[in-house]
């Protein structure tokens, strides 16, 4: 009945969220509030773990792509759930680092690091960097020098894939901003420059499609471009890959006509594909890696507004404005992304009338959900928005000096806070 089955109608008819009362909560720990269903994330990394185990070579692994959500208490599930990790910047590495974070098992990516993040990264003991162009190989093999290391690398490839998913997050295709294009000969000499730097000890090759990808073959259409670059990489350079990592990308079900992808079933299929491309073009095959990071987090995500003007514009338009909005949730406004919306007290309830459900930002385009069917909420009423768990903390921000709101774990029964709501003092902290 509801897009994930960590929502449900709790005994008392209203919405009940990883088995717990959303009404309880939000008035336990006030409003906005991202809630995170700990069990699900868990849930979320073994789907990963397990078809990996089962699929792939020993010393595989997921690596959680963090940018989706980023804190320390995460970072702590991933390690104790025996994921790996993708950073993107000295903020991600930071955060995980103070988590406790074994930095061995993360993986940093970046179109363009600076040479702060570089030598931070090896600071911390980044395991590897994922070089994206012949300027950061540069800066990475003088980093390592002045260490006097050797540093892991993965090369970022774009493999010239279009996963047919919205603009702003295609990213295999070859004018992308991101990676070294196969296509141009670039990825060749990028190769050919890797292995003889002295300082970089490169273990295979990168890519990365795009993100809420439901296209049937993309990851076996690019594991098949990648293998095959890498088997003419060997036979010309005498280079073979240990690693390949195919990167994130596989979508969520947001709304109910998005469809449920089986996780497990698309990386036995992408393993398939694998063996019999190693087995044809007699190539050892690699250890793999892929990053998930929306369908770790994202289902086990949900916000809770309150209600607060609610108004109608006869023959126009009707509103219902909540206590957040864009800040806490930039994705319609960036993407006009699609999400499932509820009324707390009548979550059963479709109702006849469709709404534009609108935060409390100073502009117009401050639109969380537009003509969503509910039935008219009174001031004061909670509002739930379903899979915001992904990308959501982690691209709010401050815009009208709105502070973000806090994130609690649901865990059994249990519900903690893992971020504090920010206070009127946080906002002008960094003010002189
Ligand atoms: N690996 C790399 C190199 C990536 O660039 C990304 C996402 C991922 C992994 C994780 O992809 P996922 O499994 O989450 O799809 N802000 C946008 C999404 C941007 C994704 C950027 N890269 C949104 O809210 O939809």
Sequence with gaps: MFVCENIAVGADGRLSFAGQSVRAL????????????EDRIRHNCRVYLDAFRRCFRTGSMPLYASKANSFRRIYQIMAEEGMGVDVVSAGEIYTAAQAGFDMANAYFHGNNKTP???????????????????????????????????????????????????????????DSKFGTPIETGQAEALLIQTLQCPHIELTGFHCHVGSQVFGEDVFERTAEVMLRFMAEMRSRHGYT???????????????????????????????????????????????????????????AGMTVYRVGSVRKIPGFKNYISVDGGMTDNPRFALYGSRYSVLLEASPAEKG????????????????????VNLPEPNCGDLLAICTTGAYNYSMASNYNRIPRPPIVMLHGSQSSLAVKRETLEDLIRLDV
């Design 241 to 299: 890959a240990q690693q390949l990592d195919l990167g994130g990308g596989y979508g969520v079900r947001y709304v109910d006509t998005d469809p449920a992808l089986d996780i497990g079933a698309k990386i036995e299929r992408v393993a398939s594909t694998l063996k019999a491309l190693c087995a044809s073009l007699d190539y050892p095959e690699p250890l793999m890696l892929m990053e998930p990071g929306r369908s770790i987090v994202a289902d």
């Design 352 to 371: 006849e009338t469709a709404w534009d459900v609108v935060g409390r930002c100073c502009e117009s385009g401050d639109i969380l959900q537009p003509n």
């Design 116 to 174: 702060e993040d570089i030598a931070f990264s090896m600071e911390q003991g980044v395991g590897w960097i994922v070089i994206d162009c012949a300027g950061e190989l540069e800066a990475v093999e003088a980093e390592a020098a002045r260490r006097g290391i050797r540093q892991k690398a993965l090369l970022r490839i774009t493999p010239g894939i279009d996963p047919h998913t919205y603009e702003a997050v295609a990213t295999g295709r070859v």
């Design 26 to 37: 939000a008035e336990e720990y006030g409003t906005p509030l991202y809630l995170m269903d």
